[in-house]
């Protein structure tokens, strides 16, 4: 059994009132943290209000040296944090191992930024009005930030908020999500090992009510939530007038032209599908694919999905785990349903397994119709969907035809079709000859239309995360 503590202002809290953390793989109980309500939000932000003022204090090389030395003990526990993960959300204990490698990443990235967040010199003279001034302008933290992260990658998306706040100069009080909050507490108590002031560090295990206490306090200046369209909708009507990052759902989709290597698309729709069990905001989760050539691929991915091991995710071997709860099991089943009674047909699994009921079998289903949840949801499973075009317009209305709109992965060799996507998807990343999946810690990140507002990677957010104040100078005679 884990049991953590909730953290405010640096100190270490324990109550009786506790959050269990249920492993989804086996459904037992094997950790628990403090439930925290409004009252302690309200304590975090008072501290915060402190700890901004002493991060103010610090230099740019004093916030990187703090921020290396969190990667560096991060480094040492790397084993550690890798299995909390597998317990607290079923991804494998390959997936937990590769988000502390990425963690450890945009913990340095964000060490390197402190040092180089950046001003400019204005062209004041420029204006009709400007003869004989000089300006510049330069950022400032922008204050408190609040941040809310969810359950599927609880340590690096922690990672992408708190780092580059801390890098900014900015304190954070962080609600994770309440079924994986045992990994963002370790890498808070790691910041605080690390010397980061002790008033800038706050988590908050809790619910809504919480959620809502950070985001609508007056005190807060910058929202930064990864989750739901749902949840975030909320969010942005609730907030007020602060700045809101949001980083929401999509259901991605892959275009497989009839010149693309299709074994290539085949081998990276599974992998870009399956990953976390299907459970990530960028999973392919529709393939489209010209019907020219859609009979090799369909055998290509049928092949390719056969051969997943799917089941106890602390086994090395295994490529998907479980599902995070049975109600989510429940959820998938009854939308492939739907779907099938409106024409889909399942060529592979759609079902779970009947022992280990959190794990849902890799599933492809075919000519999904478009009034389907399957095809204009986010699904969040174990799932890719396959749908046939005839020509690259049609691909490329498909693609748009989502209120969603984060990243697409276009398999071509024709330069025309690609740059057609590159600027035609509505979407915030085209990624060429890969999967939609794809992403680098350090690339401006983020999507259009419901899939959010902003971008993360630690230079990105840095820019939430400041305020720029601008000088003007009068050297007139």
């Not at 990052?245 to 009839?258: C, I, Q, R, T």
């Not at 047909?345 to 890799?362: D, L, R």
């Not at 990343?429 to 902003?454: C, E, H, L, Q, W």
Request: net charge negative; aromatic share 8%.
């Amino acid at each position: 059994m884990i049991n953590l503590p909730m953290i405010i202002g640096g100190q270490k809290i324990h109550k009786n009132e506790k959050i269990e953390v249920i492993y989804p793989y086996t459904q037992e109980v094997i950790g628990q943290v403090p439930k925290g309500n409004p009252e302690d939000v309200e304590k975090a932000v008072e501290k915060a209000k402190i700890g901004l003022e002493k991060l103010k204090s610090l230099s740019s090389y004093e916030k990187y040296r703090i921020l290396m030395k969190v990667a560096s003990l991060l480094e040492k526990r790397k084993e550690e944090f890798a299995r909390t993960i597998v317990y607290e959300v079923g991804k494998t204990i390959r997936e937990a191992r590769t988000e502390v490698e990425r963690c450890i990443n945009t913990v340095i990235f964000s060490a390197e930024e402190a040092k180089r967040i950046p001003g400019e010199y204005v062209h004041i003279d420029a204006s009709p009005n400007g003869k004989g001034k000089k300006g510049f302008y330069f950022r400032e933290p922008a204050g408190i930030v609040a941040a809310i992260t969810p359950f599927n990658f609880p340590l690096n998306l922690t990672a992408h908020k708190i780092a580059p706040s801390i890098a900014a100069g900015c304190p954070f009080v962080l609600k994770p999500s309440e079924r994986t909050p045992l990994s963002p507490t370790m890498l808070c108590e790691l910041f605080l090992e690390a010397g980061v002031p002790e008033e800038a560090v706050s988590i908050i295990p809790g619910f809504a009510d919480v959620g809502q206490a950070m985001t609508t306090h007056p005190d807060v200046r910058v929202v930064s939530f990864t989750g739901s369209l749902k949840v975030g909708e909320i969010i942005a009507k609730q907030a007020g007038l602060k700045k809101i990052v949001m980083e929401l759902g999509s259901n991605s989709a892959v275009v497989v032209d009839k010149d693309a290597d299709l074994e290539k698309a085949a081998k990276k729709s599974v992998l870009g599908g399956f990953a976390v069990a299907g459970q990530v905001c960028i999973s392919v989760q529709r393939i489209l694919v010209h019907e020219d050539v859609a009979s090799q691929f369909q055998e290509l991915l049928k092949r390719e999905v056969s051969k997943l091991k799917f089941g106890d995710p602390m086994d090395e071997e295994t490529d998907v785990g479980p599902v995070i709860t049975v109600d989510e099991v429940n959820r998938i089943q009854s939308w492939i349903k739907e779907a099938v009674e409106k024409g889909a047909k399942i060529e592979k699994g759609g079902i779970a397994c009947a022992e280990e009921k959190t794990v849902f079998q890799p599933t492809i289903v075919y000519d999904v119709p478009e009034e389907s949840k399957l095809f204009y949801e986010e699904a969040f499973a174990p799932v890719v969907t396959v749908k046939k075009f005839k020509d690259i317009d049609e691909a490329l209305e498909l693609v748009n035809k989502t209120n969603y709109g984060l990243q697409v992965g276009v398999f071509t060799n024709n330069l025309n079709n690609a740059w057609k996507f590159i600027k035609h998807a509505h979407v915030g990343g085209v990624i060429i000859n890969d999967i939609p999946t794809f992403r680098a810690d350090n690339m401006p990140y983020g999507g259009v239309k419901g899939s959010g507002i902003g971008r993360e990677g630690p230079r990105y957010a840095i820019e939430d995360y400041t305020e720029i104040k601008v000088v003007v100078f009068d050297l007139n005679e």
